[in-house]
């Protein structure tokens, strides 16, 4: 199985900060990665597919990057709403295996 | 409008059965493969099944392979899994979720979740 670990786990900013999210896979997975933001008691939802597209509707302050084992979100001009947990996924080969996941909290 | 509505979970003995049911509307149920994601209480997401959109494929997590069955009827565009031998560390909020093929496998859509317990 493909193992996505997440850094950091946990992260502290403050509104309209810039914040990084990494994920590592262990193996390549091609650009099949995707990012998804968690509010407290709701469903996932989808942020970023393949790596960098943005998925309909999602602000543009939020972006993705990388490729192979290494891939990166960044959140530009933080926003209150946006303070929530974090997860990774690799949709490359079952299963499709998510990281640890990263909460976002408020400074 | 969109939608993934799953059934009731609820509270049920370790060893026992439980089948959890999800409703599609607002698509073409039977153009997309589905999933089953699941998380315990504090915990991250963990994925648990995926059914082909023909429902030929069916693949599923080490932790619930030989006791869970992941199915689908496209003429009621339902989505199920049947969860036998339940273990403690089945409990959950399940999701049934949407894979959008032409977006690199992405979840597109999730159901609100349900809660499902284990617990003598």
């Known amino acids: 199985d493909i193992q996505m670990t997440q850094s950091p786990s946990s992260l502290s900013a403050s509104v309209g900060d810039t914040v990084t999210i990494t994920c590592r896979a262990s193996?390549?997975?091609?650009?099949?990665l995707n990012w998804y933001q968690q509010q407290p008691g709701k469903a996932p939802k989808v942020l970023i597919y393949?790596?960098?597209s943005l998925h309909s509707g999602v602000p543009s302050r939020f972006s993705g990057g990388g490729s192979g084992t290494d891939f990166a979100l960044t959140i530009n001009s933080l926003q209150p709403e946006d303070f929530a947990t974090y997860y990774c996924?690799?949709?490359?080969?079952?299963?499709?295996?998510f990281g640890q996941g990263t909460k976002l909290e408020i400074k | 409008q969109v939608q993934l509505v799953e059934s009731a979970g609820g509270v049920v003995q370790p060893g026992r059965s439980l089948r959890l049911s999800c409703g599609a509307s607002?698509?073409?149920?039977?153009?997309?493969?589905m999933h089953w994601v699941r998380q315990a209480p504090g915990k991250g997401l963990e994925w648990v099944a995926v059914?082909?959109?023909?429902?030929?494929?069916?693949l599923y997590a080490d932790s619930v392979k030989g006791r869970f069955s992941i199915s689908r009827d496209d003429s009621k565009n339902t989505l199920f899994l049947q969860m036998n031998s339940l273990k403690i560390e089945d409990t959950a909020v399940y999701y049934c979720?949407?894979?959008?093929?032409?977006?690199?496998?992405?979840?597109?859509?999730w159901g609100q979740g349900t809660m499902v317990t284990v617990s003598s």
């Open positions: 979720a949407r894979d959008e093929k032409y977006k690199g496998n992405s979840i597109d859509i």
């Open positions: 607002g698509f073409i149920f039977s153009d997309f493969a």
């Open positions: 059914i082909s959109y023909d429902g030929t494929n069916k």
């Open positions: 193996q390549s997975i091609s650009g099949y």
């Open positions: 393949t790596a960098s």
């Open positions: 996924q690799q949709s490359y080969s079952t299963p499709y295996t």
